[in-house]
């Protein structure tokens, strides 16, 4: 039998068989002679790694179908798209009612005693710490997978310096300070550290190194379709941006993810390419200056900047927040 020369086609076989299709379509879709089709999955059938790749595709069918029912039985649910907006939730009711469910919230009145609020503007910025170096991630529209790739296109600039281009830029997708530039570990920044707030002892005032994060850039910065892995309290200082999240029940449906990035455009989906994109139920919030969003670990955001924008985020909850996988994250 000639099997197929290209590893990747013959992948494709194996993944196709296990989800199910019949050889014959497999040939079809693969552009293949059925007769090769057929031979192979008899001869993985006979193989000792054909029984532990069923067994591997048995498993993840098995999940994979209880994502499909929890997604049509949210469909019979209210149609509600928009995160809720709550003014103040106590440590146990946010724990138990949000954190634990996975539910993104957005908390409206609980960043009242962010000192950041106040103070943290352009001038004060550039006045007390604008001879700070700091990486910034560059010509992010001409790089593929920007976010993922941002410490190869990060370069140091002033903080001075970068607070005059976005005041003369206003809007632009090019340069962006974002968590995994690590503004806040700078020791000339820990000041900053004084003017943030700790939910009413939700979040650990012991573990912010390491896991407070600065965002800085114009209207019209994006953050791509990606998910972290731990649990992420976004909170807003100035200006105001745009969420779309996606439930990681939706996961299965996107099938390029590079890391944890989907190169779908979540605004503004290819449905050739995605036909499944009409499937995601996609959940919006907006977030403006006292504004807290729980981002849940896992699930898929897109983020636009309506203006320029400075936020924290913060993964230093008092509750468990450390899911390792097989990969690396902020968050
Ligand atoms: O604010 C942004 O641009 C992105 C925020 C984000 O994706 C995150 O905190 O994980």
Redesign the pocket.
Known sequence: MRIPADPQKLARVVELHYEGNPAGVIARTLKLPPRTVSTLITQLGRHPLGAIALNLAERSSRLAWHARVRRSLEQLGAPERKVPRIPRLGRQQFLERYYAQQQPVVLTKMMGDWRALRRWTLPFLKERFGEVPLKIAHQRTSTEFY?LNVHAISESMRLGDFVDWISKVKTSNER?L??NNDGLSSPQLAPLLDDIGFFGGMMDRKRIPGSV?L?L?PGG???PL???TAN?L?CQVRGR?R?KLVSPLYSELLDDVVSYYSPMDLERPDHARYPFARQLKVLEAEVGPGDALL?PAGYW?????ESI?L?V?MTNFVFPNDFPDSGSG??
């Open positions: 976010d962006y974002v968590a994060y965002w850039g910065t994006i953050t990606h998910h972290d992420i976004f941006k969420f981002i955001h897109h983020v636009r900047s924008s936020s985020s902020y968050g």
